[in-house]
């Protein structure tokens, strides 16, 4: 059974339209939501947790509706959203006994033993946090309810690369637990080093649902100059660009072959980067 099921998710608004998106989670994986800017990754989010109304489609955590089961479902996941703000003069320690109250099974251990793990002083205020604390607190809250999913958006946004790199490591440590973690990123090289799943959606759709691995494993990178390109090979072309010294392009791992340019890995910032300008 899958800890999040998404069936056919469709929501209307006058210029945009989340179109029919599905997809699924395992437990214990690390799923990347990646799209540029107005895709639609925030509405999906939103739309899971009811904060947005789809207008038709199914959700289905822990293989129940959220709907009909919310409650109990609320108690299981955590949702922690980009900018996150608290009670800025409020002390940590004065926020977690407020929050204590929603959840019949608060783990008061289990809060001490991550407010530890991450170094977090309960006597401080959220400003004065770093917004890479601020991250580690929410999860905090989390997971001292034992919330088996985690839903995040845009978690590492603002963050310096040390911020970031620590707080990757965080996830990787929960997932070893059987925790399940979804979250929204455009900093595709968050993925590249936590990443098992990857969820691209562009204009409202997804385009693909893959392991990162064989997502990766698609398309190579084409470097190349006009002189270099028949007419062949330029069919085969996706989003061409242009660059420093010439030219690039995404190409079918298939087609990559014999091409007679300069060919390297396709990382996810370089797909994304070409395909959007298909």
């Known amino acids: 059974m899958s800890v999040l099921a998404v069936n056919n998710l469709y929501k209307r608004y006058e210029k945009f339209e989340l179109d029919n998106v599905s997809f699924s989670l395992e437990q214990g994986t690390i799923t990347g ?15 899971l947790l009811n904060f947005v109304h789809p207008d038709s489609g199914e959700i289905l955590f822990f293989g129940k509706g959220f ?4 409650f109990e479902i609320k108690s299981k996941i955590g949702f922690v959203a980009g900018g996150i703000n608290y009670y800025s003069k409020k002390k940590i320690k004065t926020i977690t006994a407020t929050t204590r109250r929603f959840y019949a099974n608060w783990d008061e251990q289990a809060n001490q033993h991550y407010m530890e793990r991450f170094a977090l002083d309960e006597n401080k205020t959220p400003d004065q946090l770093s917004e890479g604390m601020k991250v580690k607190y929410a999860l905090v809250l ?7 999913l985690l839903i995040m ?3 590492t946004s603002g963050l310096d690369p ?3 790199d620590d707080l990757l490591d965080v996830f990787l440590g929960l997932t070893k637990e059987g925790i399940t973690i979804l979250f929204s990123t455009h900093i595709t090289s968050d993925l590249d ?7 691209y959606i562009q204009h409202g759709k997804v385009r693909a649902d893959s392991d990162i691995e064989s997502f990766l494993a698609q398309y ?5 100059s006009d002189e270099q390109v028949n007419d062949d090979l330029r069919s085969k072309l996706i989003g061409s660009k242009q660059t420093k010294h010439g030219y690039s392009a995404l190409i079918k791992s298939t087609d990559a072959n014999n091409s007679g340019a300069k060919v390297t890995d396709a990382d996810l910032e370089s797909i994304m980067i070409h395909l959007e300008k298909e």
Request: hydrophobic share 30%; with cysteine; charged share 30%.
């Open 33 to 47: 939501f990646i799209g540029r800017n107005g895709a639609g990754k925030t509405t999906t989010l939103k739309s």
């Open 67 to 70: 709907n009909e089961n919310e």
């Open 142 to 148: 989390a997971l001292s309810h034992h919330a088996e």
């Open 153 to 155: 958006d845009e978690p």
């Open 162 to 164: 040390i911020s970031r």
């Open 193 to 199: 080093k936590c990443a098992d799943n990857i969820i």
């Open 220 to 224: 190579k990178v084409l470097e190349f």
